[in-house]
């Protein structure tokens, strides 16, 4: 009884390599190692014994350096990974990498390209130095994929991975909706500085119709509704949040308004911003642009994420052109800026991936442009970029009222 309790324990147990499988000359010891590593590997399990003999003979051994990159996100590649020995870290996230899981010897990963022809939706890095098995599209279809067995025992895997995915997004919205709420609490106070300002903007202005202003009143007056208007688009934000966390329907509010005034107002409004300080910002308008038919506050955002994006690429006495102009019956806005041009390997994923290239940014801010543009006002935001060049942003909105 105690021999087959001695030889479930010993088959269970996590595979074992030398320590240094590079110092290894010998390729008969490799393949050995590699066939009794399979068998302990539940996908594996499940396939005839010289199925996977062949499998460990035909696969490809690849050594990594601690890390060394795998794969990465966006590529296309049609292979499968066995993790023989070290950690594999998953990311998801071109430039803000997101922890999505850690990987270690008997896991398996890069699966999904082979089943759905996909390019891969993270990046895999070697935590430390790590052996891996490389198991080509062919080797897949031919001895796995034919398997009833083989590819649930991968189901499983693949349906583990994806709870506990919900549960990371679960958890990261519940923590999104604490500080939303707590956020919108904070702003309460806010309310008895309004009251005191108005007190206080009255007095400057004078109680009496026959008073006269008092020096310093305007500047007084429009620093107070500054702070007024800024106080209510974040509790707008706010709100906003907190009824998308909760999937509470909320009408979305438009109106006919002028894009110079808006557009005005948010350049003055950033002058204070650290990037943009000791930096030109220039309006040029082309024409008579007609009204449009927007969100006042998403169309801020839009201006601000944009220019402020300019900014960070632009020297310290340099210019960000902001043009506006009538196309097709609507306006076209545009921003300018003059540094080194968009990356050609991230080209294909701005404005569909939270993706940032500065050090302090998260990614989100194209992704709420195009957001706003194409699903709120049925518009279109699209860029132009050369390298060495710049780089300009354009967007339009839909003519629907």
């Known amino acids: ?44 399990g499940a396939l005839p014994s010289d199925v996977v003999d062949l499998i460990a003979e035909k696969s490809k051994d690849v050594y990594l350096a601690k890390d060394q990159v795998l794969f990465k996100e966006g590529y296309l590649e049609k292979k499968m ?5 070290g950690c594999i870290v998953i990311c998801k996230g071109i430039t803000a990498k997101k922890r999505i899981a850690v990987l270690g010897a008997g896991e398996y990963l890069g699966e999904m390209a082979l089943v759905d022809s996909q390019p891969r939706s993270a990046t895999a890095t070697a935590l430390s130095e790590a052996l ?9 279809r031919e001895y796995i994929a034919t398997n009833s067995d083989a590819l649930m025992e991968m189901m499983k895997v693949s349906t583990l991975r994806i709870r506990n995915d919900l549960d990371m997004i679960a958890n990261d919205m519940q923590k999104i909706s604490n500080f939303t709420h707590d956020m919108r609490n904070c702003l309460i106070p806010l309310g008895i500085a309004e009251i005191l300002l108005t007190e206080i903007c009255n007095s400057l202005r004078g ?63 950033l002058a204070c911003h650290k990037i943009l300080q000791g930096k030109k910002i220039k309006i040029h308008v082309d024409g008579n642009p007609k009204k449009g038919f927007f969100n006042y506050l998403d169309i801020k955002r839009v201006l601000q994420n944009l220019i402020i994006n300019a900014g960070y690429v632009t ?26 041009g968009i990356p050609e390997d991230i080209k294909s994923l701005l404005l569909k991936e939270s993706i940032t290239t500065r050090p302090d940014g998260y990614g989100f801010g194209l992704m709420s442009c195009r957001e706003i543009i194409e699903d709120h006002h049925h518009g279109k935001i699209y860029f132009e970029s050369e390298e060495g060049k710049g780089a300009e942003f354009h967007f339009s909105l839909g003519h629907g009222m």
């Open 315 to 340: 020297k310290k006495d340099g210019q960000i052109d902001i043009h506006v102009k009538e196309v097709d019956g609507t306006a076209l806005i545009s921003v300018k800026d003059y540094g080194n």
């Open 207 to 269: 109680t009496k119709d026959y008073h006269k202003a008092r020096n310093g009143w305007e500047k007084v007056k429009k620093s107070f509704d500054t702070m007024l208007s800024v106080k209510n688009n974040v509790v707008t934000l706010v709100d906003q949040s907190l009824a998308c966390v909760k999937k509470a329907k909320t009408e979305y509010h438009r109106a006919e308004l002028d894009f110079l005034p808006l557009i005005e107002e948010t350049v003055e409004e």
């Open 81 to 85: 990974y066995i993790i023989m020995s």
């Open 1 to 44: 009884m105690s021999d087959n309790n001695s030889e479930d324990n010993k088959k269970n147990e996590e595979p074992e390599l030398t320590e240094d499988l590079n110092a290894m000359e010998s390729s008969e010891k490799i393949g050995l190692l590699k066939r009794e590593f399979l068998r302990k590997i539940d996908l594996f």
């Open 132 to 140: 891996v098995m490389e198991i080509s599209e062919k080797l897949f």
